[in-house]
């Protein structure tokens, strides 16, 4: 091997090592905010169910139906005591709408869907989608919710 081949081939170890060292540092940054993200995401659920009524317990991730949501147990707070997280399911979708996508939220309790509201909008806009659940297009997200809920309690018994 010659001069040339060595330095050509010491150069390409430098790129190949400047690559990696790059998606080492990106992957340690994905996995250090994951959990600002899904405390992000348990709070925008907090907000739309009323705190009052409800606790949003651990993030349940199913395997099935892509990365576009966050399932979350939930639980009622009726006398003010947090009682195990089996009650219900809470999840917040990406869901296709007038405005374009927004973070829609869904409760499932004792085995029924249904539509809770829009994730991080003001109190007066999110009055505007108040009657969204009783449109054709939430129709279809309701039972894409009800899939992923299928999927998070077949995932919850599984623990």
């Not at 040339?4 to 400047?18: A, D, P, T, Y």
């Not at 940054?29 to 659920?45: Q, T, Y």
């Not at 085995?111 to 809770?116: D, H, M, P, V």
């Amino acid at each position: 091997m010659n001069y040339g081949s060595k330095k050509r081939l010491v150069q390409f170890g430098e790129f190949i090592g400047i690559v990696c060292a790059f998606f080492l540092v990106l992957s340690l940054f994905i996995v250090l905010s994951r959990g600002n993200w899904e405390r992000g995401l348990r709070i925008a659920v907090q907000n739309v169910i009323p705190s009052s009524e409800y606790s949003v317990g651990k993030m349940l991730r199913p395997e099935e139906g892509g990365g576009n949501f966050a399932c979350f147990e939930i639980s009622r707070n009726s006398d003010g005591t947090l009682r195990e997280f089996s009650e219900g399911l809470a999840l917040v979708m990406r869901v296709t709408t007038y405005y374009g996508p927004l973070p829609a939220v869904f409760v499932r309790e004792e085995g029924e869907t249904r539509f809770a509201g829009i994730a991080y909008l003001k109190s007066s806009v999110a009055e505007e989608f108040s009657d969204a659940d009783r449109s054709r297009s939430m129709d279809f997200w309701i039972e894409q919710a009800d899939e992923i809920f299928d999927a998070a309690a077949r995932l919850r018994e599984k623990r």
